[in-house]
């Protein structure tokens, strides 16, 4: 088994905090879980935007690395969305999302993090077309400058009447989720 050494991981942003901080999504912002800390960083403040590039580069490494751990623990999924359904789980009308899981061996679990990109398809002409939607609502090809946000799942199920084999409703953590500010 391969070892992790210190250097390959990337390096948390100096925020000025001395704690052991591990933030997670908490309203619109993010927030530390350490007792000592628990401290709130919202969107404009300004170590939001390095701390969120820390997530990516951790989450960039995790995909790299998860054949050398032995428990990986939550599996982050990143999924496009029309911006329709999007908008209904950003106001907190809609609690769950129903998902293919077989599509390159993906399984939903429950704390699995899921990143979900706005995406709208346009059928002009023969074929589908699409392209991401930024918060302001202009297409961009771009995925990074897609609008984003980011949900915990708290409950999966694969067997329930009328869903297809393959797929689960997952229950989606509302009140815990986070959006960027793109």
């Known amino acids: ?10 390096k948390f942003p100096d925020i000025g905090c001395e704690g052991d ?3 997670v999504p908490s309203g619109i912002g993010i927030c530390c879980k350490a007792d000592e800390c628990n401290r709130y960083i919202h969107p404009t403040n300004k170590y939001y935007p390095a701390l969120i590039a820390y997530d990516k580069k ?12 032995r428990s990986p623990g939550p599996t982050i999924h990143e999924l496009d969305l029309d911006p329709e359904i999007f908008h209904s789980i950003v106001s907190g009308f ?17 704390n699995d993090s899921i990143y979900f990109r706005k ?10 077309t699409g392209s991401y939607v930024r918060r302001d ?12 946000m980011h949900i915990r799942i708290n409950y999966v199920t694969r067997q329930s009447p009328g869903l297809a084999r393959g ?16």
């Not at 809609?94 to 993906?106: A, G, L, M, P």
């Open 119 to 128: 995406y709208e398809i346009s059928t002009k002409g023969f074929g589908t």
């Open 1 to 10: 088994m391969k070892k992790i050494l210190k250097d390959e991981l990337p």
């Open 137 to 148: 609502g202009k297409r961009t090809d771009d995925r990074e400058e897609a609008d984003l």
């Open 21 to 23: 901080c591990e933030f």
């Open 167 to 182: 797929f689960a409703i997952l229950g989606l953590d509302i009140k815990g989720h986070w959006r960027s500010n793109r």
């Open 58 to 69: 951790m989450m960039d490494f995790n995909k790299q690395q998860t054949s050398i751990f």
């Open 94 to 110: 809609r609690t769950f999302h129903v998902e293919e899981e077989d599509y390159s061996n993906r399984k939903f679990n429950v």
